[in-house]
């Protein structure tokens, strides 16, 4: 790796198991982004936060990750600002959030909550460029996200090429999630709304 690339997991409590922080370069190599996640995924990598997106989705699932759930920023209760940060940089209209688990090593899919699988370019804020594939040189169409995703996936041989911010950062439950009236502020019905990762899970 480049050092420009890496990632954080969490080992103890809440946080155990926890896939944060995975970032991939644009300068990086990407035949050799696989490797990183392996090795996270060695060393305990269980759960993690990406963002909806069928590149993102088919990465972690070449690693045994499923989706376990699908929000929108809405259902956020004070997301941390890395989260939201560069979508707001885009008027706001950004991408859902999958949570995914490692569930088993089965063939790599993406599935039904992860959407527009046939049309990438559609989605707003993403620019499309020409490349060729850093595996078999055939030529793929390049999908950039600014700042979230830039990818390809080749036709021809199937090597799936990713940068950006594969997993968000770190969500810990509040430490005082009463209110001043000692209410838990629980504002959603359950399943409707999250104030952490762990949520994400349940
Ligand atoms: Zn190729």
Redesign the pocket.
């Given at each position: 790796m480049s050092g420009l690339s890496g990632f954080a997991l969490g080992v103890e409590g809440e946080r155990a198991g926890w896939l944060y922080d995975v970032f991939v370069s644009q300068r990086e190599d990407p035949k050799s982004v696989p490797g990183m996640l392996a090795l996270a995924v060695e060393q305990g990598a269980r759960q993690l936060v990406t963002y909806e997106h069928p590149f993102f989705e088919l990465f972690f699932s070449h690693f045994g990750f499923r989706t376990r759930t699908r929000v929108s920023m809405a259902q956020l209760r004070n997301p941390p600002r890395e989260w939201t940060a560069d979508i707001e940089t885009q008027g706001g209209r950004g991408p859902d959030y999958l949570c995914m688990v490692k569930t088993s090593d089965g063939p790599a899919t993406v599935s039904a909550l992860a959407s527009d699988t046939g049309n990438f370019a559609a989605r707003p804020g993403m620019s499309i460029s020409d490349a060729s594939?850093v595996?078999?040189?055939?030529p793929?169409p390049r999908l950039r996200w600014p700042r979230i995703l830039d990818a390809y996936q080749?036709q021809?041989?199937?090597?799936l090429a990713i940068a950006g911010e594969l997993a968000v950062a770190q969500w810990s439950r509040p430490k005082n999630s009463m209110d001043s009236d000692g209410n838990d502020r629980d504002l959603g019905a359950p399943g409707t709304s999250f104030a952490c990762g762990s949520d994400l899970l349940r």
């Open positions: 594939c595996h078999c040189s055939a793929v080749c021809r041989c199937g090597f």
